[in-house]
Nanobody
Framework: QVQLVESGGGSVQAGGSLRLSCAVFGYTYNPYCMAWFRQAPGKGREDVAKISGDGSYTSYADSVKGRFTISQDNAKNTLYLQMNNLESEDTAMYYC???????????????WGQGTQVTVSS
């Protein structure tokens, strides 16, 4: 079975950067759609970014466009989220997810990680 493990979260000042990683264990996620989500206290889950298995398709939430970059290294079975110019509003638990059905019209996800906390201070 596929397991996803996030890392790289932490505390950073506004304007700083963090790079999150999501390691995939059990099987390669090469053909999978991969995504990052986040959830802040008292808020609903938000789609942050998605990337197709071959990397040809990416999408971003409007709130992070121009600041965050999603990427993957299939040889290392790892998904990344580079977060630059962080803002207080980016504070949340960040989760990675994967699904073999592709990115188009994705409303549910086959696999989820446990999350990693990102805290941005003003």
């Amino acid at each position: 079975q596929v397991q996803l493990v996030e890392s790289g979260g932490g505390s950073v000042q506004a304007g700083g950067s963090l790079r999150l990683s999501c390691a995939v264990f059990g099987y390669t996620y090469n053909p999978y759609c991969m995504a990052w989500f986040r959830q802040a206290p008292g808020k609903g889950r938000e789609d942050v970014a998605k990337i197709s298995g071959d990397g040809s398709y990416t999408s971003y939430a409007d709130s992070v466009k121009g600041r965050f970059t999603i990427s993957q290294d299939n040889a290392k079975n790892t998904l990344y989220l580079q977060m630059n110019n962080l803002e207080s509003e980016d504070t949340a638990m960040y989760y990675c997810a994967a699904d073999p059905r592709g990115c188009a019209n994705r409303v549910s996800w086959a696999h989820w990680g446990q999350g990693t906390q990102v805290t941005v201070s003003s």
